[in-house]
């Protein structure tokens, strides 16, 4: 099974077994604050304006942030591939478009063609996942190492928290809309109830997730957060073989990693990346699309491992 598919199921299933919890009544509680019965975690966003709000050192808040920042560091951003349910809700956008078909051969004939020189001067570089991308100045151009929108947002919905004493951007967070027009339409087909919020909820997560068409990666405050505490990340990394790899071991242009990756993130040139490794959400399209399968996201990848070459090996 494909790990699109895959990913797409398991975010599928989350929202199914909330919605369950709805309906029984379980106290199963939302990716808010998912827990059972009066056991339960806080997202680190909510954790953080919680305690700004209440203007207290709240201790579920701080065991949920500890908590949050570990799975984070272990992780990375893998939420966001995975469970978050906006890039699902996203799907219905593209759901009955129909995009542009691919030449079924466009891989096939960059899989033959030789490396360019662009390619060599970056395989040349020994930049890997493993860097340290602060010392690199091509890296820290990248989405996630510098502060881009998102950090704003994530500025704006903290210090507003303090402000009014309630944690303000909750009141639109996608993820918590998402759910709460769930819950409004189990309400109004079981009880018939009708309110106003029936309009505002959808309303508000419309313009998020189709008019702001790009807002996981350039508002989400969550995304912000996470990648920041990301840096800390050294697990399930991208990985590639170089003995299996058609740029190291044959030679031969490919680049099918990279292309296939929606965060920017370019395994085997990660110089030639639009996004820093702190915004990888795990995702294994990276791995799926290697046509040599020469990428494996190991827990812990070994140094000899990381795709570093010489500029001599391709001259």
Known sequence: MKSKTLRTLTALAVVLIITIGFFTTSGIGTLSAPGISDISVLCPLGALTTMLASKLVVPRAVISLVIMVVLIIVFARAFCGWVCPVPLVQKLRTAFSRGPKAKKDEDGAKAVAPLTAEEKAALSTACSSSCDTSACSTCAKK??????????????????????????????????????????????????????????????????????????????????????????????????????????????????????????????????????????????????????????????????????????DFK
């Open 143 to 312: 989405r996630g190492e510098a502060l881009d929108a998102r950090h704003f947002v994530l500025g704006g919905a903290l210090i507003s928290t303090a402000v009014f004493g309630f944690p303000v951007f909750c009141l639109i967070c996608p993820i918590g809309l998402t759910f709460a027009l769930i819950a409004l339409l189990i309400a109004l087909f079981a009880n018939g109830d009708v309110t106003w919020s029936l309009i505002l909820v959808p309303v508000i997560l419309a313009v998020e997730l189709f008019v702001f068409r790009k807002w996981c990666h350039q508002l989400c405050p969550l995304s912000a957060l996470m990648s920041l505490v990301a840096k800390l990340n050294r697990t399930f990394k991208p990985t590639i073989d170089d003995k299996k790899c058609l740029e190291t071991a044959k030679g031969t242009a490919c680049g099918a990693c990279g292309r296939a990756c929606t965060e920017g993130i370019d395994p085997r040139h990660p110089q030639l990346s639009t996004a820093a490794w702190s915004e990888c959400t795990k995702c294994r399209d990276c791995v799926d699309a290697c046509p040599a399968h020469a990428i494996s996201m190991p827990l812990l990848a070994k140094k000899a491992s990381t795709g570093e070459a010489k500029a001599a």
